[in-house]
């Protein structure tokens, strides 16, 4: 059976960890995150488990993590990696979770919110900007796919972010 959690995707620096945390307290639902979930389990931080255990690891625990979710949660707010919905069987997990909500943002933003971050290993390197570009494009139609909610998040303000979902989450 379908869950009633609300599931938060997109990609790296799109606000779903922000928006997720305002949103449980607009809503009075708990907030999880997959990837603290995962490092308070694996007792590491995300860059180094890509480190020392690789990312195919990785993604078996975050694959874990939402089944194990879809175990036990329910009314709550989930907000989850920038890669997990476009692995291989993942959104169809993402799905019996909850509504899926796809925070959809620009190259340019993402570039200008995670400049200075290097909590991603995804994005370490030469030339971020080019990796922001060819791994959003790629994934662009997957996160689409799995959406039952696109939002545009660009240029608007956390509470008109809020505002969007919670008026899809009353149905008006
Ligand atoms: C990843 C996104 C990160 C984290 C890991 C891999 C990705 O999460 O899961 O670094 O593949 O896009 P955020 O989207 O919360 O940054």
């Known amino acids: ?3 009633n959690n ?22 009075r639902r708990a907030f999880l995150d997959t990837d603290k979930w995962i490092e308070q389990k694996q007792k590491k931080a995300i860059s180094d488990i890509f480190a020392s255990e690789g990312e195919a690891a990785f993604r ?6 939402i089944r ?4 036990r949660e329910n009314n709550k707010i989930i907000s989850t990696g920038g890669g997990l ?21 620009t190259p340019e933003t993402v570039y200008e919110r995670l400049k200075n971050d290097t909590s991603r290993p995804l994005l370490a390197g030469e030339n971020p900007m080019a990796k922001i570009e060819s791994l959003l494009a790629q994934r662009t139609p ?17 509470e008109e972010i809020l505002e969007e979902i919670a008026e899809k989450e009353m149905g008006v």
């Open 142 to 158: 997957l996160y689409e796919a799995c959406a039952d909610v696109i939002i545009d998040v660009d240029g608007k303000s956390f």
């Open 60 to 65: 078996q625990m975050e694959k874990d993590c």
């Open 68 to 71: 194990g979710f879809i175990e």
């Open 85 to 105: 919905p476009v692995q291989e069987g993942n959104c169809e997990l993402l799905k019996k979770l909850g509504k899926v909500y796809y925070l959809r943002v």
């Open 1 to 3: 059976m379908k869950k």
């Open 6 to 27: 609300i599931i938060l995707i997109g990609f790296m620096g799109c606000g779903k960890t922000s928006v997720g945390i305002r949103l449980s307290y607009k809503l």
